[in-house]
């Protein structure tokens, strides 16, 4: 049972996905995904210990050797990513059942949690697979659900922004599509190990540039690197809460590990980042998403807007740890990787409590809300200190290992600029923290917000202000979440010692 | 002689190009996923040519015959094809919603009922 882990990880919700249909009632169809998420959590957690004690584990499907079969393979940096997704899965679908009967109409609850398991089962998948071509075969699983979970969202610009991502999404997987067929046309091969080694005889070849050009490009499609993220901020806001929540702590994230993956392992760090300028140009870019990115996000009055803006500002992080090559600035990329999903986790999932209650995104309903939903609020507020990288929070973490790894190249002046970033962060969080705590609710109850409040409540008013903190069933998830934003900015120990375990494996693979 | 020598990668590119002209510069939502479709439908020809080999027949294990075409690429495409054909299937669907919402399929008009609203 233990051998075949890897392979379960992947299987197991993509098996419940059709299930779902069998169960009628809606609650236990809830119960069961949420169930199954936490199955593959538990085997995720037994996947980063046995790697841990073991090394590598190698799973060859239907007993075919790898070149011929395909073969799923886990390694440190897979095995902290598969925990990271199935965890943040599972938090959200804890809160999900209360929030998603608010949002979407009754008859569509079930597809939701059909497509939020095949979401993330192909993000399960892109992570596990050790062959190349399923990575594409997994992303499309994954964005196909994604579209579809978007355009469940209540608005109607909800169905725009998921055509639009549709569009360039379809066209980010075409070209990594492309990129890989290059590849497999000169090494005929698919296999990730086997590539990284049969690459550099071929990798001065204008065919294997080729390929890493169209394959870098699309990836930056989907991670939303800076000029490529214009799907992003629309289909954050519409999306419905709780898809928000999810999409924000993994959808880009899975992302950034295909990248990291094919740059370190597939084609080496040296071909990818010296041959060609990428290191300057990835660097610059990430600059460009920090400050860009966060002067709109200062602009923006809805809240899931200003932090979809902030998420590609945070995006900007990472590739600038990427884009150094060295093993201390992808430990600060992977870091950050890691903390940005739990801190935007949070942030989301406290603003889905918002929306339960207030009906809303829109900064002026957000009102005194510190008052009234004040553990809600608080949420908030602990997932925008991290956003600042403020001490004892994880964002400090990860900021101080990018600046420890740009100070290592002496990089001053790209240092005074991330400081500067996190400038920018404050504005933008301070803006929420000042409408939220320093201004009063205008009238009782914001027009939207009368709609939004329960039977229970209009029957004794008195009771109604105790009422209005967000249910029980959203606060217990996002506290988790917020909890593990100080837990993890406090005791380093697990997070640095896994990615400092990847970091050193990709180094090692990588020819 | 030798662009002429490799004129399936040519073809593969210029259909390629016509796709991904569509895309960007039709404001139809119907007729951006034609063109998207031609841009994937690029991408298998690609595929498909890169496993053919001059002079080979079809896999087929016989004595008459030696050399075979490789029979990966067309494995994979055939994956290709279905995730193309689900994309524009989804696609078409989101069309369908979003004309039964706003009651049009032109970009600029949506976007224009969008920014009246905010």
């Given amino acids: 049972m233990l051998n075949h882990f890897p392979i379960l990880q992947v299987i197991v919700p993509l098996l419940a996905a059709p299930i779902c249909l069998l169960l009628q009632q809606r609650r236990l169809v809830w119960i069961f995904t949420t169930l199954v998420s936490a199955i593959a959590l538990l085997i995720s957690f037994q996947l980063l210990y046995q790697v841990q004690t073991q090394g590598t584990l190698i799973y060859e499907l239907g007993g075919w050797q790898a070149p011929i079969g395909i073969e799923y393979r886990i390694d440190a940096l897979s095995a902290l990513l598969l925990v990271l997704v199935s965890a943040m899965s599972t938090v959200v679908l804890m809160g999900a059942h209360k929030s998603i009967e608010k949002e979407i109409p009754e008859d569509k609850q079930t597809f939701f949690y059909i497509a939020f398991l095949l979401c993330l089962a192909g993000s399960l998948g892109i992570i596990a697979t050790g062959d190349a071509f399923n990575v594409f075969v997994f992303l499309e699983i994954s964005s196909l659900s994604t579209y579809t979970l978007i355009a469940l969202g209540k608005d109607r610009r909800a169905l725009w922004a998921s055509y639009q991502y549709l569009i360039m999404g379809t066209i980010g997987a075409t070209f990594i599509l492309i990129g890989i067929g290059l590849m497999y046309m000169m090494t005929g091969t698919l296999n990730m190990h086997d590539l990284s080694q049969r690459l550099p005889e071929v990798v001065q070849t204008k065919t294997v540039f080729t390929a890493f050009a169209f394959f870098i490009v699309g990836v930056c499609l989907k991670l939303a690197l800076f000029p490529l993220h214009l799907w992003l901020p629309n289909a954050y806001a519409y999306a419905p809460s709780m898809v928000t929540a999810f999409l924000a702590a993994t959808a880009t994230k899975v992302a950034i590990y295909v990248l990291v993956r094919f740059t370190f392992t597939i084609f080496g760090v040296e071909f990818a980042l010296s041959f060609l300028p990428l290191s300057e140009l990835l660097m610059v870019l990430g600059l460009l998403g920090v400050f860009g990115a966060s002067i709109v996000a200062i602009l923006q009055t809805n809240v899931k807007r200003l932090f979809a803006y902030s998420s590609v500002a945070q995006i900007g992080y990472m590739i600038i740890g990427f884009s150094l090559g060295s093993q201390a600035g992808l430990k600060a990329a992977l870091l950050h990787l890691f903390n940005h999903a739990l801190m935007k986790g949070a942030i989301f999932m406290a603003i889905a409590g918002l929306v339960y209650r207030i009906g809303a995104t829109n900064l002026e309903h957000f009102k005194g809300v510190g008052q009234r939903m004040p553990l809600t609020a608080a949420a908030i507020v602990v997932g925008g200190l991290s956003l600042i990288g403020v001490p004892l929070t994880v964002g400090f973490v990860s900021k101080w290992y990018l600046i420890v790894a740009l100070l290592e190249q002496g990089l001053w002046p790209v240092v005074a600029l991330v400081l500067m970033g996190s400038l920018l962060a404050v504005i933008y969080v301070w803006k929420l923290v000042e409408i939220a705590y320093f201004q009063t609710p205008s009238g009782e109850l914001s027009p939207n917000g009368n709609e939004a409040l329960s039977p229970q409540d209009a029957l004794n008013p008195q009771d109604a202000f105790s009422q209005r903190e967000a249910p029980w069933i959203i606060l217990v998830p996002t506290w988790l979440l917020v909890v593990a934003n100080i837990y993890f900015g406090i005791d380093t120990d697990f997070t640095v010692n896994v990615a400092t375990q990847a970091v050193s494996s990709l180094f090692g693979e990588s020819p | ?118």
């Fill in chain 2, 1 to 118: 002689m030798n662009i002429l020598e490799q004129y399936n990668y040519w073809v593969v590119v210029c259909l390629m190009m016509i796709g991904f002209f569509i895309v960007i510069s039709h404001g139809n939502l119907v007729k951006k996923l034609m063109g998207l479709s031609v841009f994937q439908t690029s991408v298998f020809i690609l595929y498909i040519s890169m496993g053919k080999v001059s002079g080979g027949t079809a896999p087929i294990l016989d004595q008459a015959y030696s050399v075979f075409s490789n029979p990966l690429p067309h494995v994979l495409i055939l994956t290709a094809i279905v995730v193309g054909i689900a994309t524009t299937a989804l696609g078409l669907a989101l069309v369908v919603r979003i004309n039964e919402e706003y009651g049009t399929i032109e970009e600029s008009e949506i976007q224009q009922k969008d920014d009246r609203e905010c």
